[in-house]
């Protein structure tokens, strides 16, 4: 979770404790004991994030080189919007330091942010982009920085489909490995998306996730058009070889780019 989410809470937090403390004279005494060593264990924190002086790869990717990276995404991109996927973090300091728009787009195991709210995915539909992805990819381009490898690909005619939704009208809770199943799928909200497969092909991809862990994406794809997206469509899982409790998911990828998540996740058990 996000510090600034909770930071409200700390003006109640403080009414709370002062009316606690003003009535437990053992604790307000322990309370101004700690007030001194706490403030100093703040500052040197917050020293410790504005100044590089910690010798870890993964807390300078974290916490620094950010305005070095905008630069050299900035010189790269050359006026053309940013899109990475999966970074709400990134997207947000590239337009506060190259004043340049960005979009953090969701992918299948992304998270929604503000820019879905606030519908940049929209305002991007068929305009060229350059494309970040979420980790080395050794088959595009890249560049490096002092703290950070960047993959990044040219996007000419961007036509994401966050918004398009699958729905599962009933998957089976218990799964035999190694069988296959058809099922039903219905689509919603796809009447905005009429002219997009005059630029892109969409593909209905279906994965199986331990956690956060992808351990199968199935070997079935249904490329859509506009008939399945009104009518539905029927889909065959094909159950890996494992057993335990997993989700299952929908997504669909257009061309160039990573599938998005266009359903819930849904529980599953794989049995031998």
């Not at 937090?13 to 100093?40: C, E, M, Q, T, W």
Request: charged share 20%; aromatic share 14%.
């Amino acid at each position: 979770m996000e510090i600034n989410w909770v930071l409200i809470s700390t003006i109640p937090l403080i009414i709370i404790g002062y009316d606690y403390l003003n009535v437990n004279v053992d604790s307000r005494r322990l309370h101004f004991k700690l007030v001194i060593p706490s403030i100093a264990l703040i500052m040197m924190a917050r020293l410790f994030l504005m100044i590089d002086i910690i010798p870890n790869n993964s807390f300078k990717k974290k916490f620094h080189g950010k305005k070095e990276l905008v630069i050299a995404i900035k010189n790269k991109a050359k006026g053309a919007p940013m899109v990475k996927v999966n970074s709400f973090q990134l997207a947000s300091i590239y337009q506060f330091y190259a004043g340049a728009k960005a979009l953090s787009y969701a992918s299948i195991t992304g998270r929604k942010s503000q820019y879905d709210l606030w519908n940049v995915e929209e305002s991007l539909r068929g305009k060229k982009v350059f494309y970040i992805f979420s980790y080395n990819n050794i088959w595009v381009d890249s560049f490096k920085t002092d703290d950070h490898n960047v993959s990044y690909q040219w996007v000419d005619n961007f036509q994401a489909v966050s918004d398009l939704k699958v729905l599962v009208d009933s998957v089976p809770n218990n799964l035999m490995a190694g069988k296959q199943y058809p099922i039903k799928l219905r689509f919603a909200y796809y009447q905005q998306y009429n002219e997009v497969f005059e630029h892109t092909s969409l593909k209905l991809r279906c994965y199986i996730y331990d956690g956060l862990t992808q351990i199968n994406e199935n070997p079935n794809t249904v490329y859509l058009n506009k008939q399945l997206l009104q009518q539905g469509a029927e889909y065959t899982i094909s159950v890996p070889d494992t057993s335990g409790q997993f989700k299952l998911c929908f997504g669909i990828e257009p061309d160039n780019i990573a599938a998005s998540r266009n359903s819930d996740f849904m529980d599953i058990t794989i049995n031998q």
